[in-house]
């Protein structure tokens, strides 16, 4: 739902938290998804429909990759909640 942009202010970049439109956040998702998929192991899945199966179960089930992306994004938009009055 939200991520942090870079906004250059005075000299200093912040990092301002913006809400993600519908669009984004589906690209961003799928994105997300098929990254994931390509950094599992070789060893484990031999096809890339393999990978990306086992990742969409993940994800599915609230767990992997992905969904610790997402988690990583939306954190860093709450820690930086403070440059909010940057947003325009």
């Given at each position: 739902m939200m991520e942090?942009?870079?906004?250059?202010?005075g000299g200093a970049a912040y990092q301002v938290p913006m809400p993600v439109k519908a669009d984004r956040r589906e690209a961003l998702a799928i994105r997300w998804l098929i990254q994931a998929a390509q950094r599992k192991s070789n060893k484990e899945y031999h096809y890339f429909w393999q990978k990306l199966a086992?990742?969409?179960?993940?994800?599915?089930?609230?767990?992997?990759?992905?969904i610790k992306k997402k988690q990583d994004v939306y954190k860093m938009a709450e820690a930086n909640k403070a440059f909010a009055h940057f947003r325009w």
């Open positions: 942090v942009r870079p906004r250059r202010i086992a990742e969409i179960q993940d994800a599915f089930h609230n767990t992997g990759a992905a």
